[in-house]
């Protein structure tokens, strides 16, 4: 029973296995081997028969009851969940380095391709799918969180998620927080990789910005820190995609300071209600306003009551880090049209902001953030953009008659810039997204009503995605046209053998002068390309 208890202790996923032999003898009870996948298990297996030292992790190929349910508990966007995604050769779910490193090896040995997996939440399925065969490193048993509120940091493993990140803070200071994204379960591992946005990104920059330490193993098994790694590749990982050199095993996190209480508003305003002036007023107060207030807007086409007539509903969502004694008299100064009361502004700790703003009630117990299986997850195709220049009137009219024309699966999500970001050189890190970036748009379409994203209706809303992408192009960025790597598009291009295919999308996520040092970098630290996939930095 002892024996057994150690398993059990893998976190979670084991909860979806079978009930596992007590015997080392009997390697099979304990690890099914798939034809073809018999050398890396010889190869990943302990070298004695003492069955505590595998009984600390877990390794999973498609034969094993359990390989389809811990497969797909983090395949985010449900889109990929259908029988021709291409799927592991073997799960591999490590709960210390030693397993990652030996992963690494075999995988190396044997002729896998290696995929990291931190919450699941790749827009493109990139992190559990590929079209070779591959092994995939699962975090999620590799989750701890270490605050420290002294000294204002934590040390955080890959498979943590953000609502746990905020969670733990919680449970230890309210007037420390991180600056990261409001959705709960984005793996902590991948999100650093590629910058990281969130509430607070106008007082304190990226997540990556706020990344001071880490724990790397690169392709040869060593593991460094910042120090030992030196500055280029620290540099690299921060906002240029940590998984294309190596696997990151921990991040070191500076908090920031917040305020006991924040204030938190929702205001709804459509084109009747005169939503069309009200935004494009937004486009100059919400970059340059205060840096303590962030308010995001969401865009919708609706119909009107019972009628067959549709409007623009836009939402929009503040954040103050501070009361609304000081809050309302700044909106009447800078943004009275809003028109931001008093009755609906609310006083809340920023770990309740953040369940406002995934859409719940500030009520909502905050425990709601570390269920992973209680947040919704997505079913959609996205693209993104940045604007450097206010869209006029009629841009905005052009934009509407669009969402108007939609099916009602599409969603517009607006982030401000300004404040704090435009304090960083576009060369701070690879993430380049800085000084006269008004706002970010998020364009997504859902499947949801559908059987799949390849169904009629499925495709004629990927083509209208599309066509908005086109009818944007007057009043986005331009040359390159940018775009947010972490919400990777494979509609920007794949092609990886010359810097000319690269750039399509590679410029567009980093900008040339950040691409090219990566793809400098990257030669240095993982010359043979092991961490391959697409849109990964390449190897000429």
Not at 173 to 188: E, I, K, M, Q, S
Not at 422 to 430: G, L, N, T, V, W
């Amino acid at each position: 029973m002892k024996k057994y208890s150690q398993i059990r202790s893998c976190v979670f996923l084991l909860v979806l296995c079978l009930s596992f032999s007590n015997s080392w003898a009997n390697l099979s009870s304990l690890v099914d081997v798939t034809p073809g996948t018999e050398n890396f298990i010889s190869c990943i297996q302990p070298k004695s028969n003492n069955v505590t030292s595998f009984s600390q992790q877990l390794i999973i190929t498609p034969v094993n009851a359990s390989f389809i349910p811990i497969w797909q508990v983090a395949v985010q966007n449900t889109r990929f969940l259908k029988p021709s995604t291409p799927k592991p050769s073997i799960i591999v779910t490590p709960v210390d380095e030693t397993l990652v490193q030996k992963a690494l090896f075999c995988a190396k040995k044997h002729g896998y391709e290696m995929r990291i997996r931190s919450g699941g939440h790749d827009y493109e399925g990139l992190s559990y799918t590929a079209d070779v065969p591959f092994v995939m490193l699962d975090f999620t048993n590799m989750r701890s969180i270490d605050v420290d509120v002294a000294n204002r940091s934590a040390w955080v493993q890959p498979g943590a998620v953000l609502g746990e990140l905020y969670y733990s803070i919680s449970q230890k200071t309210d007037t420390l927080y991180f600056p990261a994204g409001v959705c709960p379960t984005v793996g902590v591992g991948g999100y650093m990789g590629g910058g990281g946005y969130g509430n607070l990104l106008r007082k304190y920059g990226t997540a990556a910005d706020n990344v001071v330490d880490v724990r790397f193993m690169d392709v040869n098994g060593n593991i460094l820190d910042r120090k030992s790694m030196g500055k280029d590749l620290f540099w690299a990982i921060r906002g240029g995609g940590a998984s294309s050199f190596g696997i990151v095993l921990a991040w070191k996190l500076r908090l920031v300071p917040v305020p006991e209480k924040v204030t938190v508003f929702i205001l709804n305003k459509t084109l009747e209600e005169g939503a069309t002036k009200i935004f494009h007023k937004y486009q100059y107060v919400a970059p340059t306003i205060d840096r303590n207030l962030h308010i995001r807007t969401q865009v919708f086409a609706e119909y009107i009551g019972n009628t067959t007539k549709k409007t623009i509903r836009i939402m929009f969502e503040g954040i103050y880090q501070g009361t609304r004694d000081t809050l309302l008299p700044l909106l009447d100064e800078k943004f009275p049209e809003l028109g931001v009361r008093r009755e609906i502004c609310e006083e809340i700790r920023s770990i309740q902001s953040t369940v406002v703003f995934w859409g719940l009630p500030s009520s909502t117990p905050i425990e709601i953030l570390t269920n992973r299986s209680a947040i919704a997850k997505l079913n959609n195709k996205s693209k993104s953009d940045y604007v450097r220049t206010p869209i006029p009137i009629r841009g905005l009219r052009k934009i509407w008659r669009k969402l108007i024309q939609n099916d009602g699966s599409a969603l517009l999500m607006i982030n401000p810039f300004g404040g704090r970001m435009a304090d960083y050189s576009e060369s701070a890190i690879p993430y380049p997204h800085r000084a006269g970036v008004l706002l970010q748009i998020l364009k997504t379409v859902n499947f949801n009503g559908q059987t799949s994203d390849t169904t009629p209706t499925s495709l004629k809303r990927i083509m209208w995605l599309r066509s908005l992408d086109e009818l944007l192009t007057p009043y986005v960025s331009k040359n390159p046209r940018e775009a947010y790597s972490n919400y990777n598009d494979l509609d920007l291009g794949v092609g990886s053998s010359n810097y000319e295919e690269a750039s399509l999308w590679g410029e567009r996520y980093r900008k040339r002068d950040n691409f090219q040092k990566l793809i400098r970098i990257k030669a240095k630290v993982d010359p043979d390309n092991f961490f391959p996939r697409p849109q990964s930095i390449p190897v000429f």
